[in-house]
T-cell receptor, first 116, second 116 residues
């Protein structure tokens, strides 16, 4: 069965701190895709990144970085030097190559609060 | 940047009433989706739609739900006889035609449905 676990329900940090959001997934498929989405207070879901299961290279985009480790079935997300605008709920999601079209399995989300 | 738009942003209805939630997907996208998020819970897949028919649907998407693309731009979700448990944020999404599982979904800002 597919499953995505985000064990951290809420995290609160002070601006400029680094913060890591954890994501652990379960799948039996050998080909799958992992996503992170951001949900700011305005409500929309904003795509951040997509990784396929064959690409374990870590990725950095500005202050954001992602650490994908198949050995531990984890796809963690780090924000460096956090800012107040990073305050949002962050969702990790999984889809399988053999799964339904567009059927993303979401985790429950981690609410990040960055205080000035 | 093109975006998915949803109307209305908030909808309040009485139990048993029909509601129609509207979405305008990104114009060159071919796949359309509805997801929902009950307060405090994870985002859940409802249905995917391609070439004027349902591609996949979850067990949540029962006979009370239907989707339609009435013209070249709108994509609607109808709930025939709303129940209290239908209260949720409903997200519309669209994607380009990609390999299954790899789709990058663009989400709208959601419609908050409250059933009284």
């Amino acid at each position: 069965a597919q499953k995505v676990t985000q064990a951290q329900t809420e995290i609160s940090v002070v601006e400029k701190e680094d913060v890591t959001l954890d994501c652990v997934y379960e799948t039996r498929d050998t080909t799958y895709y992992l996503f992170w989405y951001k949900q700011p207070p305005s409500g929309e879901l904003v795509f951040l990144i997509r990784r396929n299961s064959f690409d374990e290279q870590n990725e950095i985009s500005g202050r954001y970085s992602w650490n994908f480790q198949k050995s531990t079935s984890s796809f963690n997300f780090t924000i460096t030097a956090s800012q107040v605008v990073d305050s949002a709920v962050y969702f990790c999601a999984l889809s399988e190559r053999g799964g339904s079209q567009g059927n993303l399995i979401f985790g429950k989300g981690t609410k990040l609060s960055v205080k000035p | 940047e093109p975006e998915v738009t949803q109307t209305p942003s908030h909808q309040v209805t009485q139990m048993g009433q029909e509601v129609i939630l509207r979405c305008v997907p990104i114009s060159n996208h071919l796949y359309f989706y509805w997801y929902r998020q009950i307060l405090g819970q994870k985002v859940e897949f409802l249905v995917s739609f391609y070439n004027n028919e349902i591609s996949e649907k979850s067990e949540i998407f029962d006979d009370q739900f239907s989707v339609e693309r009435p013209d070249g731009s709108n994509f609607t979700l109808k709930i025939r006889s709303t129940k209290l448990e239908d209260s949720a944020m409903y997200f519309c999404a669209s994607s380009e035609a990609r390999s299954q599982g790899e789709e990058k979904l663009f989400f709208g800002s959601g419609t908050q449905l409250s059933v009284l």
